[in-house]
């Protein structure tokens, strides 16, 4: 029987700390690049506590908030942990002091030390959580392995008088029309001849009631988001001249990604499950190692990686057709049944061995984009630190 180690490592990232920086500053960088809309929706993600407006110099990461953590924050003087699992999130009604997760939370407000959390945000950004995973186990040519859709948008196309068209498409910008990821006022125009004849009670801009108009008109394109239909209507409606303006909105088909869970590539080098087996219980360090299906001689080339609790994906992987995939807490039934259907070798690393490289992402995210010190908690916290050898 072993048991082990848990003595406390910690690894350093080292920057040169600019006193400018504050628990916002972090927590702002990291909400930019772990984007909280990613979560899920019964996910807790972000600033746990602290003061947004304190300094930061030193940070350290970590997959779980443990005592052993704090530990290690407080004696190391850490003004923010950033931690993959949420402290809350299920169940908690009561932070007291004589609690569990109560009294972690008073150490770390007695110590002045922030937390922030990045969980399934985390594991569905590029990069993200299975992109350290597959990075370490030389897993290249990556894309999600269960694509998040991209939330469709509108597309709205409106005629209006060339020497109007700016007034018109300020006043949709202002309404939250054309944004795209990370850049605003986006449009799209060129100009033609419209063409109209006004009759009855019409009031027209340009022309007379009764004769047919030709006007230099631009055509003006933008996108914006479904739930802005109302509001860019009303701002087009109030700062286009025309009494009936001309537009056409153009409902976008749903497409996936670059973003969500999983990773799906191929090795360098085509390698036996045997050789990819051993790499990975090597890389991973495990606390209690790690298993896999299939026959050692097997080759493999195409793998798919999922940090953390993997299975849900057994299906998806098996419809990908690839030779191997690796993730963590494996069950029987699902494994049984996804080999019973021809599904690929599977690897079982754990949960906490195949989320702890996205400690050393956010580590060097840190130490480079804010130039703090930064320390990874490389002590394993998976709770099963007991094992039997057979």
Same mark, same amino acid.
């Given at each position: 029987m072993?048991?082990?180690?848990e003595?406390?490592?910690?690894?350093?990232?080292?920057?040169t700390s600019?006193?400018?920086?504050?628990?916002g500053?972090v927590a702002?960088?990291?909400?930019?690049?772990?984007p909280p809309r990613l979560?899920?929706?019964w996910?807790?993600v972000?600033l746990v506590?602290?003061?947004r407006?304190?300094?930061?110099a030193?940070a350290l990461i970590?997959?779980?908030?443990t005592d052993?953590? =704090? +530990?290690a $924050?407080?004696a190391?003087? %850490?003004?923010i942990?950033?931690?993959?699992h949420p402290? !809350?999130?299920?169940?908690v009604d009561s932070?007291?002091?004589?609690?569990?997760k109560?009294?972690?939370?008073?150490?770390?407000?007695?110590?002045?030390t922030a937390?922030?959390?990045?969980?399934?945000?985390?594991?569905s950004?590029r990069?993200?959580?299975?992109d350290?995973?597959?990075?370490v186990?030389g897993?290249v040519d990556t894309?999600?392995l269960?694509?998040a859709?991209l939330?469709p948008?509108?597309k709205?196309?409106?005629?209006v008088?060339e020497?109007?068209a700016?007034q018109?498409?300020?006043?949709?910008f202002?309404?939250?029309a054309?944004a795209?990821?990370?850049?605003?006022d986006?449009?799209?125009?060129?100009?033609g001849?419209g063409?109209f004849?006004?009759?009855?009670a019409?009031?027209?801009?340009?022309?007379?009631?009764g004769?047919?108009t030709? =006007? +230099?008109e $631009?055509?003006?394109e933008? %996108?914006?988001a479904r739930g802005l239909?109302?509001s860019v !209507?009303?701002?087009?409606r109030?700062?286009h001249?025309y009494?009936?303006p001309a537009f056409d909105?153009l409902?976008?088909?749903a497409i996936d990604?670059?973003t969500?869970?999983?990773?799906?590539g191929r090795l360098?080098s085509?390698?036996t499950?045997?050789?990819?087996?051993?790499r990975?219980a090597?890389t991973l360090?495990s606390p209690?190692?790690?298993r896999?299906?299939?026959?050692?001689s097997?080759?493999?080339?195409t793998?798919?990686?999922?940090?953390?609790?993997?299975?849900?994906l057994?299906?998806?992987v098996?419809?990908l057709g690839?030779d191997l995939?690796?993730?963590?807490?494996?069950r029987h039934?699902?494994?049984?049944?996804?080999l019973?259907?021809?599904g690929?070798?599977?690897?079982?690393?754990?949960?906490?061995?195949?989320?702890?490289?996205w400690c050393?992402?956010? $580590?060097?995210?840190?130490a480079?984009?804010l130039?703090?010190d930064?320390?990874v908690f490389?002590?394993?916290?998976?709770?099963f630190t007991?094992?039997?050898d057979?």
């Open positions: 072993t048991h082990k180690d003595s406390t490592t910690v690894t350093s990232v080292t920057g600019d006193a400018g920086i504050s628990v500053s702002d960088l990291l909400d930019r690049v772990y979560a899920e929706a996910d807790s972000g506590c602290g003061d407006t304190e300094a930061v030193r970590c997959v779980d908030v052993a953590v =704090v +530990d $924050a407080v190391g003087d %850490v003004d942990i950033v931690a993959h402290l !809350l999130l299920r169940g932070v007291a002091a004589d609690t569990a109560g009294s972690v939370l008073h150490r770390l407000i007695r110590a002045r937390l922030f959390t990045a969980h399934t945000n985390a594991d950004a990069p993200g959580v299975s350290a995973l597959a990075d186990l897993v894309s999600p269960q694509p859709p939330a948008m509108d709205w196309i409106v005629m008088p020497g109007s700016e018109v498409s300020e006043a949709m202002a309404a939250g054309g795209i990821g990370e850049y605003r986006c449009a799209w125009s060129v100009v001849v063409q004849e006004a009759r009855g019409a009031n027209p801009t340009i022309g007379s009631l004769e047919r030709h =006007v +230099d $631009a055509r003006v933008m %996108v914006a239909r109302r !209507l009303a701002a087009l109030a700062a001249p009494e009936e909105i409902a976008e088909e990604s670059d969500g869970l999983g990773r799906v360098a085509p390698s499950v045997g050789e990819f087996v051993t990975a090597g360090r209690w190692g790690v896999a299906t299939g026959e050692r097997r080759v493999v080339e793998v798919a990686v999922c940090g953390g609790a993997g299975d849900s057994l299906d998806t098996r419809g690839v995939y690796l993730t963590g807490d494996l039934h699902p494994v049984d049944e996804a019973r259907a021809g690929p070798v599977l690897v079982d690393a754990g949960h906490w061995a195949t989320e702890f490289p050393t992402q956010v $580590a060097e995210l840190l480079n984009r130039a703090l930064v320390e490389a002590t394993p916290t998976d709770p007991l094992h039997a057979c």
